[in-house]
């Protein structure tokens, strides 16, 4: 799909990983889209969190040093 249609889908998917978390979530805001996909998620009390999505075995268990 487009560039558009990548960051679309991520952020359906970052709402919903963001469930999986004890955090409000007030807001997701969209950063960056390339090698990573990540999101500004800020709660209800303003805190600020950082979610990062990465494409299925970018990083694995056999990747890292």
Same mark, same amino acid.
């Given at each position: 799909? $487009?560039?558009? $249609?990548?960051?679309?889908?991520? *952020?359906? %998917? #970052?709402?919903?990983? @963001?469930? @999986?978390?004890?955090?409000?979530? *007030?807001?997701? @805001? %969209?950063?960056?889209?390339?090698?990573? $996909? $990540? %999101?500004?998620?800020?709660?209800?009390?303003?805190?600020?969190?950082?979610?990062?999505?990465? *494409?299925?075995?970018?990083?694995t #268990?056999?990747? *890292?040093?």
């Amino acid at each position: 799909g $487009t560039y558009l $249609t990548q960051v679309r889908q991520l *952020r359906r %998917f #970052a709402q919903e990983a @963001a469930q @999986a978390f004890p955090v409000s979530v *007030r807001e997701i @805001a %969209f950063i960056q889209h390339g090698e990573n $996909t $990540t %999101f500004r998620l800020t709660d209800k009390r303003n805190e600020r969190y950082l979610l990062r999505i990465h *494409r299925p075995g970018y990083h694995t #268990a056999h990747s *890292r040093p």
